[in-house]
């Protein structure tokens, strides 16, 4: 089945609804827009100022500023309920996760643990290979997509990427 995707979501060419970061706990993509009224609440209402004004005033969540600690604040901030915590989904803020690149220093022989020490997950651990060196072992399962593994790296070698959640909220306009 085709996904549906709105008309933001069209006009920047996010074909497949993946597009923008958002913060936590918000609604599926393909509402959001319809139901966020920019009114920058969630932006003033984080601590840690990862929130930035994205593509056309809507809330991204920005990974190179820091990492998100799931405090709450910009959900219970938000007016319209764009961002919306139920029994269901607080445990489940949001779907993405970290991916390491290929030009991740411990993969091309340089010691680094930058993103292994700020992982209170410990979803980033260092494999001991042949020669001493130590290569970086990603456990997306234990990965709850906080990026606070982003900006300290020095090469910029840890993105976000979206994964597929069935419990992200559908709220009709
Ligand atoms: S949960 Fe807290 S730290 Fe995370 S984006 Fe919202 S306000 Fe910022
Ligand atoms: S901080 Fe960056 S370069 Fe260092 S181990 Fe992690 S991903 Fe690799
Ligand atoms: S995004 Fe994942 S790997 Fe990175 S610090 Fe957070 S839990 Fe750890």
Same mark, same amino acid.
């Given at each position: 089945? #085709?996904?549906?995707?709105?008309?933001?979501?069209?006009?920047?060419?996010?074909?497949?609804?993946?597009?923008?970061?958002?913060?936590?706990?918000?609604?599926?993509? =393909?509402?959001?827009?319809?139901?966020?009224?920019?009114? &920058?609440?969630? *932006?003033?209402?984080?601590? *840690? !100022?990862?929130?930035?004004?994205?593509? #056309?005033?809507?809330?991204?969540?920005?990974? +190179?500023?820091?990492?998100?600690?799931?405090?709450? /604040?910009?959900?219970?901030?938000?007016?319209?309920?764009?961002?919306?915590?139920? &029994? +269901?989904?607080?445990?489940?803020?949001?779907?993405?996760?970290?991916? %390491?690149?290929? +030009?991740?220093? /411990?993969? !091309?022989? %340089? %010691?680094?643990?930058?993103?292994?020490? %700020?992982?209170?997950?410990?979803?980033?651990?260092?494999? $001991?290979?042949?020669?001493? +060196? #130590? *290569?970086? &072992? $990603?456990?997306?399962?234990?990965?709850?997509?906080?990026?606070?593994?982003?900006?300290?790296?020095?090469?910029?070698?840890?993105?976000?990427?979206?994964?597929? =959640?069935? =419990?992200?909220?559908?709220? =009709?306009?």
């Amino acid at each position: 089945m #085709a996904k549906r995707i709105n008309r933001m979501q069209f006009l920047r060419g996010d074909f497949e609804g993946e597009g923008a970061f958002r913060p936590p706990w918000a609604i599926a993509e =393909n509402t959001f827009t319809d139901i966020c009224d920019r009114c &920058d609440q969630c *932006l003033k209402a984080c601590p *840690l !100022n990862i929130i930035k004004p994205g593509i #056309a005033g809507f809330p991204e969540i920005d990974f +190179s500023r820091g990492g998100c600690d799931f405090c709450e /604040s910009c959900a219970q901030a938000c007016p319209t309920q764009a961002l919306h915590i139920t &029994d +269901s989904n607080i445990e489940m803020p949001w779907q993405h996760i970290a991916n %390491v690149k290929t +030009s991740c220093l /411990s993969e !091309n022989g %340089v %010691v680094c643990r930058c993103c292994g020490d %700020v992982c209170e997950m410990h979803a980033i651990r260092f494999k $001991l290979v042949v020669g001493g +060196s #130590a *290569l970086i &072992d $990603l456990n997306t399962e234990e990965c709850n997509g906080c990026g606070e593994c982003v900006s300290v790296c020095p090469v910029q070698a840890i993105e976000m990427q979206h994964v597929q =959640n069935a =419990n992200q909220l559908e709220i =009709n306009p």
